[in-house]
């Protein structure tokens, strides 16, 4: 090979260099763009859940042993049972409700007393317990407290009197003992927005 050529064989490796490097900055420019990576970590609690449902011992008011004879009921008694709803401790809303089953030999003419407000059924009585406790609120314990009252005498007229009254002395000679369940259910208000 002559110098002459060898120049050109030079010149040509030099100019073919240049343009693949300038065709591979042009392209690499082209097609560059902006990347950042970046990570996040996360957590999430789940709420607590904790209630506690206790019920007090139905119980009768004294009566001296001349008028009645201890641990029964009549006319002119009265007595209590409660309820308790302890959510201290949960992180959400709670929803409790109430149910009364296996109701055996009610007085026809006993009634309910929550507060100043009377019920004179088992499902009314239910419906009067039934109650939310909200996730922000201080106090989480609902007792609720039933007076139970069977009057001596039921009714505004005599007649009405008289017509409970030979009720009551049935209900009476039968001698049967009352009994009933109370069923608590709590449980989680669903989230709002």
């Known amino acids: 090979m002559s110098k002459k050529e060898n120049k050109t064989v030079k010149k040509s490796i030099v100019t073919l260099t240049l343009t693949v490097f300038i065709l591979v900055l042009f392209i690499g420019l082209t097609i ?58 949960t992180e959400v ?34 419906t009067g317990i039934s109650d939310t406790i909200n996730a922000d609120d201080s106090n989480k314990v609902r007792e609720v407290t039933v007076k139970w009252v069977w009057d001596y005498e039921t009714g505004s007229d005599e ?19 009352m009994t009933f369940n109370a069923n608590v259910t709590a449980e989680q208000v669903q989230p709002t927005e």
């Open 32 to 89: 560059s763009k902006y990347i950042t990576l970046g990570s996040k970590s996360g957590s999430m609690q789940v709420a607590k859940w904790n209630v506690n449902i206790t019920e007090s011992d139905l119980s009768n008011k004294v009566y001296t042993p001349q008028t009645i004879v201890a641990d029964r009921i009549a006319p002119g008694t009265e007595g209590t049972f409660g309820i308790k709803v302890d959510a201290t401790g």
């Open 93 to 126: 809303g709670v929803r409790y409700d109430v149910e009364f089953t296996d109701i055996q030999n009610k007085p026809t003419n006993m009634y309910f007393m929550v507060g100043t407000t009377r019920y004179n059924s088992f499902d009314d009585l239910a």
């Open 159 to 177: 007649a009405t009197k008289n017509s409970n009254n030979v009720i009551d002395t049935q209900e009476g000679i039968a001698g049967q003992t």
